[in-house]
């Protein structure tokens, strides 16, 4: 099979995060998904340190849950629960992946749920926007059924079993759990 070629040649003797930390720009997507995004909430937080994908959150809640200096325990002390939407894009192959968020306390310990589609009927939108940022960049959107099929014979790392394609793509703990 071509692809299983294709993946044990692209892993074996790379260091792929060296060369997303060295070589890539983590804004590459930034401006293209502000197109879609503009005044969204919008919050760049790739870092290749531990993912192979840029990495985009929206502050659905408007409270300001990814800015530099707040913290998620002292906004979750005057909410019940904080929404965000998690957006990956893949630097090894034309995919996206989504995740909506729900963050809130129990015993002063932040929890979060997650989910393939929004908590509530009016962030709906959101797909559409994704939808459309997906298709302007040649993308596709991947389901969570597609990220925790496991890829035959490929393994990452020091791995006991078969990758993930979202292992494979994106990063090595699931987005959608």
């Known amino acids: ?3 299983l070629e ?21 804004d590459f997507w930034t401006e293209k998904i502000n197109e879609f995004f503009s005044g969204d909430w919008l919050y760049n937080r790739t870092d ?12 659905l809640s408007r409270c300001g849950l990814y800015e530099e200096n707040n913290n998620i325990e002292d906004l979750l002390k005057n ?11 893949s630097t ?26 929004p908590w509530f009927q009016e962030d709906e939108i959101y797909l559409e926007k ?14 969570r059924d597609d990220l925790i099929r496991r890829l035959p014979g490929v393994r990452l790392d020091s791995a ?5 394609i979202y ?11």
């Open 92 to 117: 090894i192959d034309s995919y996206i992946c989504c995740a909506f968020k729900r963050h809130f306390l129990i015993d002063d310990l932040v929890q979060s749920d997650k989910a393939e589609s």
């Open 160 to 164: 006991k079993n078969d990758a993930t």
């Open 1 to 3: 099979m071509k692809a």
């Open 48 to 59: 290749f340190t531990n993912s192979k994908c840029f990495k985009f959150f929206i502050d």
């Open 79 to 89: 909410k019940e629960f904080v929404y965000s939407l998690e957006i990956q894009i």
């Open 6 to 26: 294709y993946v044990h040649k692209f892993y074996q003797g790379w260091d792929i995060k060296d060369l997303l930390i060295n070589y890539v720009d983590r």
């Open 167 to 177: 292992e494979f793509l994106f990063a090595d703990d699931l987005i959608s759990e």
């Open 130 to 143: 994704l939808s459309g940022f997906a298709e302007s960049i040649s993308h596709q959107i991947l389901s």
